[in-house]
Nanobody
Framework: QVQLMESGGGSVQAGGSLRLSCAAS????????MAWFRQAPGKEREGVAS???????RYTDSIKGRFAISRDNAKNTLYLEMNNLKPEDTAMYYC????????????????????WGRGTQVTVSS
């Protein structure tokens, strides 16, 4: 059983930055795929970014060039660096862990994940 806990959310003005973290439980297999999703009120959940064990990444088009996903396998921690934030980035952000493959060969939204965190809220004001 993998437990995930997100942190780092908050309220920022448009153009600002935030860094989200997701701490996985101690014995999480570092080979597993990890990803970030988000869900805004009244909207479907959106796959934001995924990363495999060797650092290959995949991003959804709306955040390319602004967000960066990374992981520290030694610390069992996933990160999402978010820059030039826009009001449309406002959402609850969730981290997820799933099978090692596929991880970056498909759009994030099409990947299957077995474990989810409870989320951290990001609010961007104009």
């Amino acid at each position: 059983q993998v437990q995930l806990m997100e942190s780092g959310g908050g309220s920022v003005q448009a153009g600002g930055s935030l860094r989200l973290s997701c701490a996985a439980s101690e014995y999480t297999d570092s080979r597993l795929c990890m990803a970030w999703f988000r869900q805004a009120p009244g909207k479907e959940r959106e796959g934001v970014a995924s990363i495999n064990s060797v650092g290959d990444t995949r991003y959804t088009d709306s955040i390319k060039g602004r967000f960066a996903i990374s992981r520290d396998n030694a610390k069992n921690t996933l990160y999402l660096e978010m820059n030039n934030l826009k009001p449309e980035d406002t959402a609850m952000y969730y981290c997820a862990v799933g099978p090692l493959s596929p991880c970056v060969s498909l759009p994030v939204a099409r990947l299957r994940f077995d474990y989810w965190g409870r989320g951290t809220q990001v609010t961007v004001s104009s």
